[in-house]
């Protein structure tokens, strides 16, 4: 296939019939441009509140519009005057929720420069390949990411530019580590920047990490105007304003954490509680404290508010409107528990990296029992309907719509799709095979008594490991598994968990005449892999499924580990 018929079909991708063109309902030229005309209107009032360890009882730190816009101009000094970050550069996170990450973003954004996040959890090895494969000059990291940074520094290219936050460290940065708040407090900010306008909509803003099936990690490229798009689309969707207030939970790695509750919010201008991190205890409070009316979580987070079973009483919170929850599979069983047990609206959704963040939604003005049926009724949580800038429908394997209610592909075109697979021309030829962008996941739709087409999703035709909102490839974990001593085969099985979505499992063939326990095999993945990619249950076997080729079915497992659906593992 020649790259001009590759180029066709990833141009087929950003089509959509529900909106054919995108451009006259963004009111920004870029992120510059938003910001500057934000702060026209807002500077003085309120736009970031920060909670470092996501306590209620401790006061947070505060950034007016005018302030924070004034912190991303020395961040953008700094890159662009003592680290050369230009347009079309990259630079690389692996850092946690801090006002200083997300300033970092916008700062590059502000050049026309792309930010490549790098999940905290990340093995050196998976880290140090995405920091290479993304052409990154710079890296920027929390101290509290790593213990010991020197594996990682051993890796990266000689004339990698390092700095770190250190946050409330009190030991300095490692020997050849940047103090980055030392040099922010040095900047001079007197020294030019390039003009707002040089940065065109069209400039390439973050490229997010998947992991794919064959376990290298895939780079999503996305532009400043696909971003907007999906910011339009879900302000307009979940009616958010300049009045609105949202809490943002989810790590700031993961694009929704960045586009749901950072970027849209500030595309609105409205008001953000950002914690480090999510926890159960006093987050009613914290609702309450400060007039939150959404906040965007994965199933995983529903699950620690039933346990943590902290009393609700609604009239406190009368601004609170529902949750949005996606990135990872919501049962039905917990829909049902949660909105049982304290009388809330979940707004499930859909999306993907590739698709900026959420391309469907439940919508907001159902009836409670209208919601509740396509909640419970149909087997899955539905993920709702397309939003405005994107199409969905559902394919068969040569590209043919299906009929209502018949499972298939998930397909997605529109103006929130990915520019590609960076530096990929083979994944974005398979991606956009038939025109529309391919998810990997089956589902199906069923057309309602109002006229829309609702979507579910019933499950991967890749086979990642969605485990807490995060995407985990089991050929990774299968590598580890079958280069232990005695073992024949390892399949890593991810199978249905209340907590967590799902949970990784491992089914293992033993060699004849060896001894092997679940112990052994769980150390021995201990010492290989991070604690979220490493095997929670071990199964023994000699059955397992092939396909007419040999290929190992590691799905027809799945039932096997029904037993631990309900167990948590910490």
């Given at each position: 296939?020649?790259?001009?018929?590759?180029?066709?079909?990833?141009?087929?991708?950003?089509?959509?019939?529900?909106?054919?063109?995108?451009?006259?309902?963004?009111?920004?030229?870029?992120?510059?441009?938003?910001?500057s005309?934000?702060?026209?209107?807002?500077?003085?009032?309120?736009?970031?509140?920060?909670?470092?360890?996501?306590a209620?009882?401790e006061?947070?730190?505060e950034?007016?519009?005018?302030?924070?816009?004034?912190?991303?101009?020395r961040?953008?000094?700094?890159?662009?005057?003592?680290?050369?970050?230009?347009?079309?550069?990259?630079?690389?996170?692996?850092?946690?929720?801090?006002?200083?990450?997300?300033?970092?973003?916008?700062?590059?954004?502000?050049?026309?420069?792309?930010?490549?996040?790098?999940?905290?959890?990340?093995?050196?090895?998976?880290?140090?390949?995405?920091?290479?494969?993304?052409?990154?000059?710079?890296?920027?990291?929390?101290r509290?990411?790593?213990?010991?940074?020197?594996?990682?520094?051993?890796?990266?290219?000689?004339?990698?530019?390092?700095?770190?936050i250190?946050?409330?460290a009190?030991?300095?940065?490692?020997?050849?580590?940047?103090?980055?708040?030392?040099?922010?407090?040095?900047?001079?900010?007197?020294?030019?920047?390039?003009?707002?306008?040089?940065?065109?909509?069209?400039?390439?803003?973050?490229?997010?990490?998947?992991?794919?099936?064959?376990?290298?990690?895939?780079?999503?490229?996305?532009?400043?105007?696909q971003?907007?798009?999906?910011?339009?689309?879900?302000?307009?969707?979940?009616?958010?304003?300049?009045?609105?207030?949202?809490?943002?939970?989810?790590?700031?790695?993961?694009?929704?954490?960045?586009?749901?509750?950072?970027?849209?919010?500030?595309?609105?201008g409205?008001?953000?509680?950002?914690?480090?991190?999510?926890?159960?205890?006093?987050?009613?409070?914290?609702?309450?404290?400060?007039?939150?009316?959404?906040?965007?979580?994965?199933?995983?987070?529903?699950?620690?508010?039933?346990?943590?079973?902290?009393?609700?009483?609604?009239?406190?919170?009368?601004?609170?409107?529902?949750?949005?929850?996606?990135?990872?599979?919501?049962?039905?069983?917990?829909?049902?528990?949660?909105?049982?047990?304290?009388?809330?609206?979940?707004?499930?959704?859909y999306?993907?990296?590739?698709?900026?963040?959420?391309?469907?939604?439940?919508?907001?003005?159902?009836?409670?029992?209208?919601?509740?049926?396509?909640?419970?009724e149909?087997?899955?949580?539905?993920?709702?309907?397309?939003?405005?800038?994107n199409?969905?429908?559902?394919?068969d394997?040569?590209?043919?719509?299906?009929?209502?209610?018949?499972?298939?592909?998930?397909?997605?075109?529109?103006h929130n799709?990915?520019?590609?697979?960076?530096?990929?021309?083979?994944?974005?030829?398979?991606?956009?095979?038939?025109?529309?962008?391919?998810?990997?996941?089956?589902?199906?739709?069923?057309?309602?008594?109002?006229?829309k087409?609702?979507?579910?999703?019933?499950?991967?035709?890749?086979?990642?490991?969605?485990?807490?909102g995060?995407?985990?490839?089991?050929?990774?974990?299968?590598?580890?598994?079958?280069?232990?001593?005695?073992?024949r085969?390892?399949?890593?099985?991810?199978?249905?968990?209340?907590?967590?979505?799902?949970?990784?499992?491992?089914?293992?063939?033993v060699?004849?005449?060896?001894?092997?326990?679940?112990?052994?095999?769980?150390?021995w993945?201990?010492?290989r892999?991070?604690?979220?990619?490493?095997?929670?249950?071990?199964?023994?076997?000699?059955?397992?499924?092939?396909?007419?080729t040999?290929?190992?079915?590691?799905?027809?497992?799945?039932?096997?580990?029904?037993?631990?659906?309900?167990?948590?593992?910490?």
């Amino acid at each position: 296939m020649s790259e001009t018929h590759i180029d066709q079909l990833l141009e087929a991708g950003h089509l959509c019939d529900r909106m054919p063109s995108v451009d006259d309902f963004l009111p920004y030229r870029n992120f510059g441009d938003m910001w500057s005309r934000q702060v026209a209107e807002h500077s003085d009032r309120v736009w970031m509140r920060y909670y470092p360890c996501a306590a209620n009882d401790e006061a947070p730190t505060e950034y007016t519009f005018g302030a924070f816009a004034e912190l991303i101009d020395r961040v953008a000094n700094l890159l662009y005057h003592t680290y050369g970050i230009r347009a079309g550069g990259s630079l690389a996170t692996l850092s946690i929720n801090h006002p200083h990450t997300v300033a970092i973003y916008f700062a590059a954004w502000r050049l026309g420069a792309r930010v490549v996040p790098i999940n905290p959890s990340e093995a050196d090895e998976r880290a140090e390949y995405i920091f290479t494969n993304s052409e990154s000059t710079l890296l920027i990291a929390h101290r509290n990411c790593r213990e010991n940074y020197q594996p990682l520094e051993n890796s990266l290219p000689e004339n990698t530019r390092k700095a770190m936050i250190l946050g409330a460290a009190t030991d300095g940065p490692p020997e050849g580590w940047d103090h980055f708040e030392a040099m922010l407090a040095a900047v001079d900010a007197s020294q030019d920047l390039p003009p707002v306008d040089s940065v065109g909509g069209d400039a390439e803003t973050l490229v997010v990490y998947t992991s794919g099936t064959t376990g290298h990690p895939k780079g999503v490229v996305l532009t400043q105007k696909q971003m907007f798009a999906d910011a339009l689309a879900i302000s307009k969707w979940h009616a958010i304003d300049e009045h609105s207030v949202m809490m943002n939970v989810l790590p700031i790695h993961h694009v929704n954490g960045i586009v749901v509750t950072l970027l849209t919010p500030i595309y609105v201008g409205a008001e953000i509680v950002v914690n480090q991190r999510f926890r159960p205890k006093g987050f009613w409070a914290k609702l309450e404290k400060h007039n939150v009316c959404i906040v965007s979580v994965v199933p995983t987070l529903l699950q620690f508010l039933i346990e943590a079973n902290e009393e609700l009483d609604l009239e406190r919170i009368p601004n609170f409107r529902h949750f949005i929850c996606g990135a990872g599979p919501l049962s039905v069983e917990l829909a049902r528990d949660f909105q049982t047990r304290f009388g809330l609206r979940i707004l499930h959704g859909y999306g993907l990296s590739e698709t900026v963040c959420y391309s469907c939604f439940l919508p907001i003005d159902l009836e409670w029992h209208e919601h509740c049926a396509w909640m419970y009724e149909y087997g899955f949580p539905s993920i709702g309907c397309p939003i405005d800038v994107n199409d969905m429908a559902i394919h068969d394997g040569e590209g043919r719509e299906v009929a209502d209610g018949e499972r298939g592909e998930i397909v997605i075109r529109g103006h929130n799709i990915m520019k590609g697979y960076f530096n990929n021309p083979d994944a974005n030829k398979s991606a956009f095979a038939h025109g529309w962008f391919r998810s990997g996941d089956e589902g199906f739709r069923r057309r309602g008594e109002d006229g829309k087409d609702y979507f579910f999703i019933t499950g991967r035709l890749k086979e990642l490991i969605i485990r807490g909102g995060i995407n985990l490839s089991p050929f990774e974990i299968d590598e580890v598994l079958c280069a232990m001593p005695g073992v024949r085969v390892g399949l890593a099985v991810g199978f249905e968990n209340r907590y967590y979505g799902e949970e990784v499992g491992a089914y293992v063939q033993v060699e004849a005449g060896r001894s092997i326990s679940e112990a052994d095999v769980i150390a021995w993945c201990r010492d290989r892999l991070t604690s979220a990619k490493c095997p929670k249950v071990v199964l023994f076997g000699d059955d397992i499924p092939v396909t007419s080729t040999g290929k190992y079915q590691r799905g027809k497992l799945k039932h096997l580990f029904e037993a631990y659906k309900n167990t948590q593992y910490r």
